[in-house]
């Protein structure tokens, strides 16, 4: 029974850790859905001034958190860094409850983006490791639903705050994420593998930090990962935050129909996508060190003509249409980045290295949500948004004339 247990704990991980990333994502955005239900009682957030303050240094600090969460990541143990991680985000969450005032809640979106940046680097790590061959892009997409559904249910924080109260809304899934905690102290597991003699001299403090940045920026192959991982962020930050707006404006229907739609629509074939991108990765890379690559080069080409058909499409069937093939290509381009580093980045540095991808993408989030602000005021947002896809045919250029891995999983000589 143990032996069968120890055989299908990989997935067991995978499981567990999907209820984090559904968690990680449902805090950060449930916030954004109860913004009506709390100015009565914070007067700050009238204004969309102060809510996108109050948005936006949870991103700055997400975003320069996760180099240094990914360096965290790769020295200490992943399983308490998750538990920590995960506890100290959820604390954050149900203390949001009890504030009183606008700098309250700037002080604890604050905390939230230093605590939820510790998770994912650690997170995709730790499946990475468990997950070799056959199975790590499945794993990993799988992995990424959970975020997706995260961002889904965290709209339910309005339901709860129309019903109950805010401040109850914050208490429960906080409360929810205290008690999670807590099982995952009893049935996560670190795994590491031993390093050789070459590399397992001691280094420590900044020597040790010198040498991971030094071991990642000194390749080419992490630089066109970057750009790769990059390039794509464009769109879909965009998507996520300007596609209600899109599909308000090019089909003429009211905010309360194009929101749910556009979302739904987006998610579910995401959802599609990192599931059939998972599958086809596995079963590629098993004949072909390039399959994850190739995989992953075939989503964000889904996603070039997506994005023509959203900014230039005017029809039901055509914006729609194109949502779909964006949601199914960025799924397939999403469930294969941590794989592909795992090619040309050793298990000592896999954490910090997607923290460095982490923060470019969010950084280039933040860039292209204000950009596309302005490009709606101007009337231009779905031009804007159809020109997403020259940065990503780039990517898609320089991914398969310089990736040429040499095996499938490098690890520490």
């Known amino acids: 029974m143990l032996k069968r247990y120890q055989s299908i704990y990989p997935w067991v991980l995978v499981g567990l850790l999907w209820v984090v990333a559904l968690l990680n994502y449902m805090d950060r955005q449930m916030l954004s859905t109860m913004k009506v239900a709390m100015m009565g009682d914070i007067h700050e957030l009238e204004t969309a001034e102060n809510f996108g303050r109050l948005m936006a240094i949870f991103l700055w600090i997400y975003g320069l958190m996760s180099p240094i969460a990914g360096l965290i990541a790769d020295r200490v143990s992943r399983k ?47 499946i990475a490791d468990y997950h070799r061959g056959g199975t790590r892009s499945l794993a990993i997409g799988i992995h990424m639903t959970g975020l997706y559904f995260g961002q889904a249910l965290g709209g339910f924080g309005a339901t709860v705050a129309h019903e109950w109260s805010w401040q109850q809304a914050f208490h429960l899934f906080g409360l929810i994420g205290l008690i999670y905690s807590i099982i995952l102290i009893l049935l996560l597991k670190e795994q590491r593998k031993p390093v050789g003699t070459k590399t397992s001299m001691k280094i420590d403090g900044f020597a040790s930090v010198r040498h991971s940045l030094g071991m990642l920026f000194g390749t080419i192959s992490f630089w066109v990962i970057l750009f790769y991982f990059a390039a794509p962020s464009f769109p879909g930050w965009a998507a996520k935050n300007w596609m209600p707006t899109l599909f308000a404006g090019s089909l003429d229907i009211e905010m309360s129909i194009a929101g749910p739609l556009s979302t739904i629509t987006i998610a579910l074939s995401s959802f599609i996508g990192v599931i059939l991108g998972g599958i086809m990765a596995d079963r590629w890379i098993l004949g072909n060190l390039r399959g994850r690559i190739y995989t992953g080069a075939i989503g964000l080409g889904l996603t070039v003509p997506a994005l023509l058909f959203l900014g230039f499409g005017n029809g039901f069937i055509g914006i729609l249409g194109g949502a779909i093939l964006f949601g199914i290509g960025f799924g397939m381009f999403d469930t294969n980045n941590m794989p592909i580093l795992c090619q040309f980045v050793s298990n000592r540095h896999r954490a910090a290295g997607y923290g460095i991808m982490n923060m470019t993408g969010v950084f280039a989030g933040a860039f292209i949500t204000n950009l596309l602000g302005k490009s709606t005021d101007s009337g231009h947002l779905g031009r804007d948004m159809a020109l997403l896809a020259v940065p990503v045919t780039v990517a898609i250029v320089l991914q398969l004339s310089m990736l040429h891995p040499t095996v499938a999983d490098k690890q520490e000589d």
């Open 80 to 126: 308490w860094l998750i538990v920590i991680s995960l506890g100290v985000w959820s604390g954050v969450t149900f203390t949001m409850g009890y504030a009183t005032s606008f700098d309250q809640l700037y002080v604890l979106r604050g905390l939230m983006g230093i605590s939820e940046a510790l998770y994912i680097p650690a997170g995709l790590a730790l």
